[in-house]
């Protein structure tokens, strides 16, 4: 039987976090994806379920949009300061060539993996989707974290259909900075204040430039 063009060969798949190799068990490949907003515990709950998969001895690789670089550039941080390994690509096509052979980083690397793991996946672009089911279709747990709207409360990149597919969805709230109740969005503040409805959805920030609000206290300014 030919292999399809483009498609992922899994007996190549590198390994960066390598562990003794068993079975995974899971009967199939699926899709998990976490959303929040910003400081819910995403990226915590992803590095939490990537060191479960190590320690049941599962074959695992993390990637991370090259664009993030707010704690370590080849590492998932959490706010919270907990990191596990990861590699820093600049984008979904990066992730396919590394899962192919092809990438830079393969030659020391053993094959198969059993689990990918993804972090803030809403700075892919849409391309990011069918690689996914492609690998969930290939047997491979596939785990992703990501914000599911941007700071406008919009739908934020290939997340809102990441989360349609998906088999497993958790939607994580944090806690508004202004009443305390439950948040779902991230507040982007310049200079203090709210920022405007047309700047630019990609700026990559920490405490200095977001905060955690409720539907109420969420603004975005207009003018």
Do not use: N
Request: glycine content about 8%.
């Amino acid at each position: 039987m030919g292999v399809v063009p483009g498609s992922l060969s899994l007996s190549r798949v590198p390994v960066w976090h390598t562990s003794p190799v068993l079975r995974s068990p899971y009967s199939g490949g699926h899709l998990e994806v976490i959303v929040g907003p910003m400081f819910s515990g995403k990226s915590e709950e992803l590095i939490r379920r990537v060191t479960r998969a190590l320690i049941a001895r599962q074959r695992v690789a993390v990637f991370k949009p090259a664009l993030d670089d707010r704690y370590h550039v080849t590492q998932v941080a959490s706010h919270a300061g907990r990191t596990t390994e990861a590699v820093a690509v600049p984008s979904a096509a990066s992730i396919r060539a590394h899962l192919s052979g092809q990438g830079e980083l393969l030659s020391a690397q053993p094959e198969g993996v059993d689990v990918v793991g993804i972090d803030e996946a809403q700075f892919f672009g849409p391309d990011l989707v069918p690689l996914v089911l492609e690998l969930a279709d290939a047997g491979v747990r596939v785990i992703l974290a990501g914000l599911d709207l941007d700071f406008r409360a919009e739908p934020f990149g290939p997340v809102p259909e990441l989360l349609a597919r998906a088999e497993s969805v958790e939607k994580l709230t944090a806690i508004c900075t202004v009443c305390g109740a439950p948040a779902t969005r991230s507040q982007r503040l310049i200079g203090g204040q709210p920022a405007r409805f047309g700047d630019p959805v990609l700026l990559v920030g920490a405490q200095e430039s977001y905060e955690a609000r409720c539907r109420v206290h969420h603004e975005v300014r207009r003018d």
